[in-house]
């Protein structure tokens, strides 16, 4: 097992945000995180990141509690991509990527760091543009980059919040291509995402959010119209395609 959490209680100030949070991820597993917005996400992903520290109850990496890890020795486990709002800075893409490298070799990265970099570059499609500046770049290719860069950090767990939001289909897709391209070489992903159709499509494991609990975990089978209806409420519609769901809100319940 890479991730153990068990009894997980966060609050922002005051404001309780997770709230009796258990959870284990397997090597090897794709997990989504659904749920409205403001139902605890990103902070989740925070909190296995160790970016926020946990009021009660234990994050476990590799058995390990994460509190116990330096920065460095959790990032070498660890990969976390922010929300595309939350990233800014100007580098190109090569030298962004070899950033994943840090954990390893600090600021002075060796020719190693360097051939990794330039394989991730090649493996996930991205040779095109490695000398292109980040800010040059469209949403969907800055999502690709920063994806690119936790595959170099060689994390067994990646994080991501929101890869495919603001993005075209074509970019939806690249995203989830790179994903699964993580996921079959053994690392465990867990990725926090709004259209539920696409869930449907590419998830092994679906959890539900809701009020900062978790409501559902189960596969993408498991997703039912009355646990959509009770997690956002809203009416949905399911129809199925090649055995995958696809949701279609269809009204606010009042
Ligand atoms: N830095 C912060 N300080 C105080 N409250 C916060 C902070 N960040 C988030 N919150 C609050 O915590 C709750 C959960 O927010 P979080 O961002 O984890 O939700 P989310 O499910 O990721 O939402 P979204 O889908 O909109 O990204 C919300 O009520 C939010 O307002």
């Known amino acids: 097992m890479i991730l153990k959490i068990e009894a997980?209680?966060?609050?922002y100030n005051k404001k309780k945000v997770l709230k009796n949070i258990n959870l284990e991820a397997e090597k090897g597993e794709l997990i989504t995180l659904i749920g409205p917005n403001g139902s605890g996400k990103s902070t989740l992903l925070k909190c296995i990141n160790n970016y926020l520290k946990a009021d009660q109850g234990t994050i476990k990496v590799k058995n390990q509690q994460i509190r116990n890890f330096s920065q460095k020795e959790l990032a070498k486990i660890?990969?976390?991509?922010?929300?595309?709002s939350e990233i800014n800075f100007n580098l190109d893409v090569f030298e962004t990527v070899l950033m994943g490298r840090k954990a390893y070799s600090g600021w002075k990265a060796n020719q190693q760091d360097k051939e990794i970099t330039a394989e991730v570059i090649s493996k996930l499609g991205l040779e095109e543009i490695a000398f292109k500046n980040i800010n040059e770049l469209s949403g969907g290719q800055q999502?690709?980059?920063?994806?690119?860069?936790?595959?170099a950090q060689a994390a067994e767990l990646i994080l991501l919040d929101e890869p495919t939001n603001n993005l075209d289909l074509k970019h939806q897709l690249e995203i989830f291509e790179m994903i699964e391209k993580e996921v079959s070489s053994g690392k465990t992903v867990i990725v926090t995402m709004h259209d539920l159709s696409l869930v449907s499509r590419f998830s092994d494991r679906i959890i539900m959010l809701k009020e900062g609990s978790i409501y559902s975990d189960g596969?993408?089978?498991?997703?039912?119209?009355a646990k959509i209806n009770s997690v956002y409420g809203v009416e949905?519609?399911?129809?199925e395609h090649n055995g995958k769901k696809i949701i279609i809100p269809e009204k606010i319940c009042v």
């Open 8 to 11: 997980l209680n966060f609050a």
């Open 78 to 84: 660890i990969a976390y991509v922010p929300q595309a």
């Open 143 to 151: 999502q690709k980059v920063f994806i690119a860069r936790a595959a």
């Open 219 to 225: 596969t993408a089978s498991t997703l039912s119209a």
């Open 236 to 239: 949905v519609s399911l129809k």
